[in-house]
């Protein structure tokens, strides 16, 4: 079955760490989202990218990085500049710039500070 | 810029009563309209859409109408069962700024008791 695969599911960070998250479609999308949810919040746009080798910051850029090297992954760099990381990282893919067109979401990383 | 706005939660109700939750926004152009749901621990799934005036999105007994004279997408299911606790998200997709970056609702938890 296509679909969007985040892993890990959990992932404990260091002080001073850069921890990477991943994620993988197989739905020949090409668009790509990550979002951030903190508890009781609602989604938060870190980056996203409409094509292969390009991507955009988004709202909450900062203390994140991204690469866009394949059509099919998609990994968030999450630097020891974030100095809040705890949240739950979600990944999203589309079907391009049709405004017609849902996101499909993969299950989520939860990220934690030790 | 684009906007959803959706109602406060938590939304408590018991099984078999009747459901509304309400979405409206703010949109340059003609804006497609969605639905998600979010189970705990899981990502986003696509519940419905509509992409034109009048449309009616419909699936698992929910149902909303895309209404462009109130700027309004609420969220209605006749009986609801324990299993649709969980959070429920509003989005748009329009083609602001020659983007189609998808806008979020903050989410409406719905508790459902036996």
């Known amino acids: 079955d296509g679909g969007i695969t985040q892993s890990p599911k959990y992932l404990f960070r260091k002080e001073g760490q850069n921890v990477t998250l991943s994620c993988e479609q197989n739905?020949?999308?090409?668009?790509m989202y990550w979002y951030r949810q903190d508890p009781g919040q609602g989604l938060r746009l870190i980056y996203y990218?409409?094509?292969?080798?390009?991507?955009q910051k988004g709202d909450i850029a900062e203390g994140y990085s991204v690469s866009r090297e394949k059509k099919e992954s998609f990994p968030l760099t999450v630097t020891s500049a974030q100095k809040n990381p705890t949240a739950f990282y979600l990944c999203?893919?589309?079907?391009?710039?049709?405004?017609?067109?849902?996101?499909?979401f993969g299950d989520g990383t939860r990220l934690s500070i030790l | 810029g684009d906007s959803v706005t959706q109602m406060e939660g938590p939304v408590t109700l018991s099984e078999e009563a009747f459901l509304t939750i309400n979405c409206t926004y703010t949109?340059?152009?003609?804006?497609?309209l969605f639905w998600y749901v979010q189970y705990p621990g899981e990502g986003l799934q696509l519940l419905l859409k509509?992409?034109?005036?009048?449309d009616k999105g419909s699936n698992k007994g929910f149902e909303a109408t895309y209404r462009k004279e109130t700027t309004s997408f609420h969220l209605e299911k006749g009986s609801v069962q324990v299993s649709d606790s969980a959070v429920y998200f509003c989005?748009?997709?329009?083609?602001?700024?020659?983007?189609?970056?998808?806008?979020f609702g903050r989410g409406t938890s719905l508790i459902v008791h036996p």
């Open positions: 999203a893919s589309s079907a391009g710039q049709h405004s017609n067109q849902p996101q499909h």
């Open positions: 739905l020949n999308h090409d668009a």
């Open positions: 990218s409409q094509i292969v080798n390009d991507f």
């Open positions: 949109a340059t152009g003609y804006p497609s």
């Open positions: 509509a992409t034109k005036a009048d």
């Open positions: 989005a748009l997709r329009s083609a602001s700024g020659g983007s189609y970056i998808p806008t």
